[in-house]
């Protein structure tokens, strides 16, 4: 079940954020902005690449500055969420049973697709995008899930495949620091909560968002941390401000 009241608070606090795009689309820039664009990769979801982890996906995100106090954002997780085998062993000292185990093989791939519009409440005065800020977001993700279980004692494997997609809205608080007006760097944390999702089995749980570090008991909510290492491009003016 949905968290009606928490869905409540964070469509509002949505809407909250949204409201100063159509305040500030219309107005100039008040500072240079001399590079719009930026392109920026999640630093933690490094280090599984190139380790045994089970997990081997990567965080990548494109920045659109609009002015000096608004940015959209494009953020896409996607890979190998979960690969792993457990192994479970059954009568172990049990000589007359014999010893037995089951054997268990997961593989879920798949992607988080998260637009969002990020409000810079405390700003730099010489850089845009530069600051403390906070965001509205939006998450689709699709889960694909393949489990297959070998019983020792009968010499036998089940298969099980599920598939499940989300909507989900969130909201989001960051700092961003850019060096030399080419790089930048952007540590933030968001949380989100369920708003519609679809299995195709009604047989195996519903998949949960493995790009996590925190869920609910119920895994309708749960908050993620990205840490962005930035690379800017592109050409902005140097505007002043309508009177």
């Known amino acids: ?78 890979g190998i969420f979960q690969d792993y085998r457990f192994t479970k062993y059954h009568d172990f000292f049990d000589e007359n049973g014999g010893f037995s185990y089951t054997q268990e093989d997961v593989f879920i791939p798949g992607y988080h697709i998260i637009p969002s519009i990020n409000y810079y409440f405390i700003r730099s005065k010489t850089k845009a995008a530069q600051g403390i800020y906070v965001a509205g977001k939006f998450d689709y993700y699709h889960y694909f899930m393949k489990t297959d279980i070998y019983h020792s004692s009968t010499n036998q494997t089940e298969s099980y495949k599920n598939s499940t997609y989300r909507f989900n809205i969130g909201c989001g608080l960051g700092a961003q620091y850019v060096v030399y007006e080419r790089f930048t760097l952007d540590l933030n944390v968001s949380l989100f909560t369920k708003l519609f999702s679809k299995s195709t089995s009604e047989e195996v749980p519903e998949l949960y968002p493995e790009n996590s570090f925190w869920r609910s008991s119920d895994n309708s909510s749960w908050a993620t941390v990205n840490l962005m290492l930035g690379y800017a491009f592109g050409s902005g003016k140097n505007r002043k401000s309508k009177k």
Do not use: A, C, H
């Open 1 to 78: 079940m949905i968290k009606l009241g928490l869905v409540r608070k964070i469509t509002l606090l949505t809407v909250i954020l949204i409201i100063p795009f159509f305040n500030l689309i219309g107005q100039t820039d008040t500072i240079k902005i001399s590079r719009k664009n930026i392109i920026k990769i999640n630093l933690i979801s490094l280090p599984p690449l190139f380790n045994n982890l089970s997990q081997k996906w990567i965080g990548l995100e494109y920045q659109r500055i609009i002015n000096e106090k608004l940015s959209l954002s494009l953020l896409t997780d996607f």
